[in-house]
């Protein structure tokens, strides 16, 4: 509502009647507050921590022969195990060990590529990720070998 020529006006020049995805005035405004918060020193420690523990963890499961999926600095590490029973075994032993993963399998992700998602945070410790890597390491072991070699070995 208004004279039709501001309204005709608007409708030609007005960038967010032009184009959907313009963002509004307040939120590119809040994003630009949001960017300058985000790169003070503070969080700028916040992302270092991140990325070093994405890699310590990474490397700790590459190390225990684990399989990961994605680039080594991001902290999101899926663990890839193909089949969706071993997947779901093995988060549920690591549950049961006082670590919290998400297991993944069809059809949310393609079939044969089960996996459990393990996602890092700045706030954690490096003896936490240890732990996590161990626990992971000893449910393995006990989850997803063969039954019949851990039968043998607890009968030698």
């Known amino acids: 509502a208004g004279p039709a020529a ?3 006006l608007l409708r030609n020049a007005a960038r967010p009647y032009l184009f959907s995805n313009a963002l509004a005035p307040a939120l590119a405004a809040a994003s630009s507050r949001a960017l300058d918060r985000f790169l003070d020193a503070t969080a700028v420690d916040l992302v270092r921590r991140l990325r070093d523990n994405a890699r310590r963890f990474r490397r700790g499961m590459a190390r225990a022969g684990f399989d990961l999926a994605g680039h080594p600095d991001h902290p999101i590490a899926p663990v890839i195990l193909g089949d969706a029973h071993r997947t779901k075994r093995l988060a549920d032993a690591l549950f049961d060990r006082g670590v919290f993963v998400v297991p993944f ?7 044969g590529t089960a996996r459990i998602r393990c996602q890092l945070s700045a ?3 490096p ?6 890597i161990d626990a992971f390491r000893d449910a393995a072991q006990t989850t997803l070998r063969p039954r019949h070699e851990l039968r043998a070995e607890s009968l030698g």
Do not use: G
Not at 105 to 111: G, K, N, S
Not at 127 to 132: G, P, S
């Open 105 to 111: 399998a069809y059809p949310v992700v393609p079939r």
């Open 123 to 125: 706030a954690h410790s």
């Open 127 to 132: 003896n936490q990720i240890d732990f996590a």
């Open 6 to 8: 501001a309204v005709a």
